[in-house]
């Protein structure tokens, strides 16, 4: 059985009841230390979940995308705005994420490995749907340090709730510090509303769908998730985070799924502080789909997945 990471390295906690727990639910898996961290911190760090051999198969199903030996429907290639290199492809810019893989059977096999699916039901129950996935390839900055992930919130990209049944996983599939660009946390934000997000005014520009959360508070407590290759971490859909610059020379790997409970309901976006974002998903839909502008802000999760139910 995998441990989390000692919470007394990253944060003092405060214990709350048990009839408080609103975040985690009542598994066998988690011990009540790591249920009350996540309680108060929004996140859990688990040491050597993914193992080596797992991990050396995506990557290499990564870099057969690159080299376009294999399409995938529904896949979302982006690159960085400002890399003009690419650790596979020669004379193309850099792919920096892979979004919506879940029609690719090698990388979607990462949302269901069992030791991911066990710590997931913790977070959303038994019935659990992969929402959203990513592999994240951050290149080396170019000078633009648009290589920058502005803090943010996930839930503003999802149009469902509730948001306590939402959990996202996130993988490293190398060494991730603060060289390379690795995650940081403002601990205890998810116990706050969704804030508004818009594209930060960088000087180096930005990357598509970049947004940041306007107005959070910069002296705010930062913990640096710094992780090996395998070390996976939870964290809650409305906790504050994002991540730093690559100041290295090679490209930082993560692969990652959001997940959902299978109970989880739809909701309308318009008038909220998430129809920013509506509008520039359906705008990238109705040019890779050429579907006209009246389609809804769920056509970006058209590619869930049921995974099970335990």
Known sequence: LQRAAPTSLLLIISHRPKSLQQYTLDTDLLTPEQRLFYEENGFIL??????EEDIDRFRKEFERICRREVK???LVVMRDVAIARSEFVSDQKAVSKL??????PELFRYC???????YVECFTGPNIMAMHTMLINKPPDAGKKTSRHPMHQDLHYFPFRPADRIVCSWTAMEKVNRQNGCLV??????TGTLQEHDYPEWEGGVNKMYHGVRGYDPQHLRVHLEMEKGDTVFFHPLLIHGSGMNQTQGFRKA???????????YIDVKGTTQENIEKEVKEIAARKYALNEEISFKVRHLHSHYI???
Request: hydrophobic share 35%; proline share 7%.
């Open 112 to 118: 269901t490995l069992p030791q991911i699916l066990k």
């Open 255 to 265: 692969i990652s799924c959001h997940y959902a409970s299978a109970d989880c309901y």
């Open 99 to 104: 979004q919506d893989f879940q029609e690719d």
């Open 72 to 74: 995938v429907p529904g």
């Open 185 to 190: 946390v403002l601990p205890g934000t998810h």
């Open 308 to 310: 099970h139910q335990l």
């Open 46 to 51: 688990i040491k050597n979940l993914v193992s």
